[in-house]
């Protein structure tokens, strides 16, 4: 019946699903208590349940959707999974949008999925777990276009449950989410709470914030916009990965925001680009001005990334 559904909504549809999924295992080896944690590089961590959270998303995406191609943030290798950890659920709400047509016959060969399976690591390992989203965006071609954020510690107080998850898709809109509008004439601007460098200070010096507010995670800070609690992201910095902005591109363009480089173009994210955000990242919420914050990054912080 599912198989009815185009590539890209039922692709969407599970990867809601397969988030959540994810989610949960996060929060069952935290509660657990051994991170069993490994150095990938210079302040760049992963944990128990970075490699299973994508173990989980990537089995439950590549089964359903062999023909695809999926670029994991802890690598390409497959193993062998607790069978409880592959879901092939589809999600309802997004099985009855009606896409715009240039995204109803896509063909698997033109989608790349980029998982990062638990965006904000370092303040993870802090203990400091709201800050943390799994994130599954789908791009076909260079654009990302779909989009699942999940934040696994999202208190929802009348269901007294944890966890949250919102998608987006290219001139859909979103969902499981409705986007508060930022404060008005304020400049609140989030920005790295554990990748900071003197030229990522410096952008935000050359805008001249009413208010910074530092927290962990791409998609943190995107979930940040769409609460109306900042105006924009900015990182001045080539530490971001396509993986960290993937979905929250998408999620945050279908809501009418934008997320560019400092330069205001948009990252490619077919199979075949390279992974390094290498230009910085400039987001901004729905109704913000994102060529203003653009022409405020002075010359020499761009030279310098
Ligand atoms: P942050 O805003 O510092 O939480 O960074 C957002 C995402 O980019 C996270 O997934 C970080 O791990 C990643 N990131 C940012 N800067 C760096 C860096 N210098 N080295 C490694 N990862 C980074
Ligand atoms: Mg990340
Ligand atoms: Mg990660």
Redo the contacts with the bound molecule.
């Keep these: 019946m599912a198989q009815c559904h185009p590539l890209m909504t039922r692709l969407v549809a599970s990867s809601v699903v397969a988030a959540t999924q994810a989610g949960k295992i996060i929060r069952d080896i935290f509660t657990q208590g051994d991170l069993n944690i490994v150095d ?6 992963q944990t128990e349940a970075d490699r299973s959270a994508q173990n989980c998303i990537i089995e439950s995406l590549s089964r359903q959707f062999p023909d695809i191609t999926i670029i994991g ?1 802890e690598g390409t290798s497959r193993c062998e999974v607790p069978s409880d950890w592959i879901v092939t659920d589809l999600d309802q709400d997004v099985l009855k949008v009606k896409l715009p047509d240039y995204l109803e016959n896509v063909s698997p060969k033109d989608v790349c999925v980029w998982v ?1 399976p638990l ?5 993870f390992t802090q203990g400091l777990v709201d ?1 943390i989203t799994v994130l599954v965006g789908v791009a076909v071609g260079k654009k990302a276009v779909g989009g699942v954020i999940h934040q696994p510690y999202y208190k929802d107080v009348q269901k007294s449950s944890l966890g949250r998850t919102l998608w987006g898709i290219d001139k859909v809109g979103i969902g499981g989410f409705k986007p508060i509008p930022p404060p008005a004439g304020k400049k609140i601007i989030t ?7 003197k030229t990522v200070q410096a952008a935000l010096d050359a805008i001249e914030p009413d208010e910074v507010i530092r ?4 998609g ?2 995107v979930m940040l916009l769409l609460e109306g609690k900042a105006n924009a992201y900015v ?1 001045a ?5 396509r ?2 902005t993937c979905a929250p591109e998408a999620v945050l363009h279908a809501a009418g925001g934008a997320l560019t480089d400092l330069y205001g173009d948009n990252y490619p994210y077919d199979a075949d680009t390279e992974h390094p ?1 290498t230009k910085g ?1 400039l987001a901004t919420a729905p109704g913000e001005q994102h060529s203003w914050y653009l022409s405020r990054i002075p010359d020499q912080v761009k030279q310098e990334l």
């Design positions: 990938k590089g210079v302040n760049d961590l943030e990062d965006d904000g690591t370092s303040e800050h920005t790295t709470r554990s990748h900071s460098n927290v962990g995670g791409a943190h800070k990182f910095s080539p530490g971001c990965k993986w960290d955000n990242v």
